[in-house]
Nanobody
């Protein structure tokens, strides 16, 4: 069983930065594929960025060049560095962990990010 706890959300002005963190419990972290999703008001949940167990990152076109996903296996933590934030980045951001032994993965509780002046 893996429990995920996100932190780092908040209110930021357009053009600002935030760093989200997701801490995972247990000893499986280094073999998990980790992702960040987001869901804005009235929209479907969308994939923002993924980092493989080997550390290879990928991100959605809408955030490329602005958001960076990274992981620290020693701390069982995945990060999402968000720069040049826009109002359309406003959403609840969710951490997700995936392993072949649990195809549906694990979800965190979400953290709110609001970009507004």
């Amino acid at each position: 069983q893996v429990q995920l706890v996100e932190s780092g959300g908040g209110l930021v002005q357009p053009g600002g930065s935030l760093r989200l963190s997701c801490a995972a419990s247990g000893s499986m972290f280094r073999i998990l594929e980790m992702s960040w999703y987001r869901q804005g008001s009235g929209t479907q949940r969308e994939l923002v960025a993924t980092i493989s167990s080997g550390g290879s990152p990928s991100s959605a076109d809408s955030v490329k060049g602005r958001f960076t996903i990274s992981r620290d296996n020693a701390k069982n933590t995945v990060y999402l560095q968000m720069n040049s934030l826009k109002p359309e980045d406003t959403a609840v951001y969710y951490c997700h962990a995936w392993t072949v032994w649990r195809p549906e993965g694990y979800w965190g509780q979400g953290t709110q990010v609001t970009v507004s002046s």
